[in-house]
């Protein structure tokens, strides 16, 4: 559902420029502000099926308020690879750059709100925008950057170790995520996750 501009408050300006900052530390509000005539508000209730696995990936999003769960069909089982909350890009990378079928789905947990950039306002903005080019290349980099860290550290942490330092760094996510999922996110297995939840809280 597309919307007007109305979302785009302080605070979504204020995660977006920290977002982008991260990558291009000169980057500016008003910089932003042109970028954000490429892109449009999508709103969606929760356990909206924002992609599916088979279909093609028009857009890159920055949740705005929300969650995303992103994740793929193992088997009879689901195996989810990141859940997005404000201020988090999230979509199928691979078929967004490639126009390729996604091997990913993409499902609203809350009612969300996100900025999206679809494929063909990107390949305009990568044109006339003056950050556009050296911009993309920078986030495309980190993406894949923080993946490896990711699965470096899923490899190399104990299951417990992986489990506190979730739990360290966001606590948050207990009260706003299905246990269900946040196992899945952390490899884990659902009655290993209870119990580790279980022992942590005491």
């Known amino acids: 559902m597309k919307e007007n501009g109305a979302h785009m408050t302080p605070q979504f300006f204020e995660n977006a420029l920290r977002y982008l900052q991260g990558f291009m530390p000169e980057f500016t509000l008003q910089d932003l502000r042109v970028l954000m005539q490429y892109c449009e ?12 696995e088979g279909e093609v990936e028009n857009y890159l999003n920055m949740v705005t308020t929300g969650l995303v769960r992103k994740f ?3 088997g009879k089982n689901e195996q989810t690879l990141q859940l997005a909350t404000e201020g ?5 990378e691979l078929s967004f750059l490639t126009r ?14 996100m900025v999206s950039l679809r494929f063909d306002k990107m390949e305009e903005a990568l044109e006339k925008f003056e950050h556009g080019e050296r911009m993309g290349r920078l986030i495309l980099t980190a993406m894949y950057i923080k993946k490896d860290e990711r699965r470096y550290a899923r490899a190399s942490k104990p299951i417990r170790q992986l489990f506190l330092d979730y739990l360290a760094h966001h606590p948050h996510m207990i009260q706003r995520v299905p246990q269900k999922y946040l196992a899945s996110y952390l490899n884990i297995k659902p009655e290993t996750f209870s119990r ?6 005491r």
């Open 41 to 52: 508000v999508r709103k969606f209730p929760r356990r909206t099926m924002l992609l599916k």
């Open 72 to 74: 793929y069909k193992a």
């Open 88 to 92: 988090h890009v999230v979509h199928s």
């Open 100 to 113: 390729n079928l996604s091997l990913v789905s993409l499902q609203t947990l809350e009612d969300t709100v």
């Open 196 to 201: 580790l939840k279980k022992l942590a809280y």
